[in-house]
């Protein structure tokens, strides 16, 4: 905190980032990150390296963020009901979304847009992990649908939308992978992928191609699955792939928890230790390496810049890290690694915290860790 003129307390740097809350990293600029840490919308400014922020207008725990056109966002809150609303940190304006009477579950786990923006997706959680869609233009609940016939153990963990019909949508999750079609008012339909769905595999990711009918899907074993509506047309080893590449690659954690489609291919994390930068043709060229992994160190989001310049993650362990392509030194050169912009965060909520301002030192410690960071040098 620092004192303006008027010696007013000014808020002025945030540690910290809430990687519990799902879609909760993106860009609101070309160099600009955006994340939650409490309260607070953090824009941080990767050139200049400093912060600003946007209060959240929501008092309720947010578990889910989507990131619209103009920086507009989805804010999913818990409660008694859960709840949506359409904020825009430009003006402070937001706009709740009808509650589904139907939704049995608190809170939502995944939220987003449609690409054009017609459509907002929520997937409800447990006990019913109940899907709901609404109509922007029309300003209306289009459609509630409830999963039948779900495998013990279950559960649903996101969303895609195709970006050439937004009534298609596939979703993913632990021993869970169906296609949702929305055929008129107030119906949608159902195709489950049983078969696939009794493998036992966790599909943690969809991607929609440049194709009305193909997506893919990154699943628990290290494997990219492509589908053509619901038929399995090739299945991709990134884990074979990463070893063309590195001698040594981690097998203990083989998850393909996130999928991004870019202009020439696409990229995707792998386990604990990396992200696979892939061309059209999944051919394997470039390995994006997190520094110092570990077994908490799993790749939970992936976005970049609407240039394409920008990529970052954040991991598991609460670390926010970014690569650009500015960082290139030789075209030839088949890895490199991402820089850290925020570093370990606790997991488990903090019980106690202290500052020694002689020396910049802030300590802080949950049930399970200690940190301890120096301002002086951040």
């Known amino acids: 905190m620092t004192k303006d003129n008027g010696n007013v307390l000014k808020l002025s740097a945030i540690f ?3 990687q519990a809350v799902r879609g909760g990293l993106g860009f609101s600029g070309p160099n600009t990150l955006f994340h939650l840490a409490g309260r607070m919308g953090v824009h941080y400014k990767l050139k200049a390296k400093y912060q600003q922020f946007t209060p959240l207008p929501e008092e309720n725990e947010v578990t889910a963020v989507g990131f619209g056109a103009n920086n507009v966002l989805i804010l999913a809150t818990k409660g008694k009901k859960a709840s949506i609303v359409i ?11 009808k509650r589904p009477e139907k939704i049995v579950s608190n809170h939502y786990v995944w939220v987003s847009f449609s690409e054009d923006c017609d459509r907002v997706g929520g997937q409800g959680g447990a006990p019913d992990w109940a899907f709901a869609l609404w109509h922007m233009e029309k300003k209306r609940l289009e459609a509630v649908i409830h999963p039948f016939r779900m495998e013990p153990n279950a559960k649903v963990y996101k969303f895609g939308f195709c970006p050439f019909d937004s ?5 993913v999750g632990r021993y869970f992978l169906r296609l949702y079609r929305c055929k008129d008012e107030q119906r949608m339909i159902e195709i489950a992928l049983h078969d696939h769905e009794r493998t036992e595999r966790t599909f943690h990711c969809v991607a929609w191609m440049r194709s009305p009918d193909r997506a893919m ?4 074993d290290g494997n990219i699955l492509i589908f053509q509506n619901i038929t399995l047309l090739r299945e991709v080893s990134v884990t074979k792939e990463l070893t063309r590449i590195q001698r040594s690659v981690n097998v203990e954690d083989k998850n393909v928890t996130c999928i991004l489609l870019t202009s020439d291919g696409l990229m995707c994390s792998h386990g604990t230790t990396s992200v696979l930068c892939f061309k059209e043709d999944f051919k394997l060229h470039k390995v994006l390496n997190i520094p110092q992994s570990s077994r908490e160190s799993r790749v939970v989001q992936l976005a970049m810049n609407l240039q394409e310049s920008i990529f970052t993650v954040a991991t598991r362990d609460g670390r926010i890290m970014y690569y650009s392509l500015a960082f290139r030194s030789d075209e030839k050169d ?7 912009v925020q570093d370990y965060q606790h997991t488990r909520a903090v019980i106690c915290a202290d500052t020694i301002r002689s ?3 802030q300590v802080a410690c949950s049930d399970t860790t200690i940190t301890i960071r120096d301002f002086s040098s951040r």
């Open 167 to 171: 009534s298609r949508i596939f979703v």
């Open 87 to 97: 904020f825009d940190p430009k003006t402070n304006q937001k706009r709740n979304l």
């Open 334 to 340: 088949c890895e490199d690694d991402f820089r850290v």
């Open 359 to 361: 020396v910049s030192l």
């Open 217 to 220: 899907i990154g699943t628990s």
């Open 16 to 18: 910290g980032f809430q």
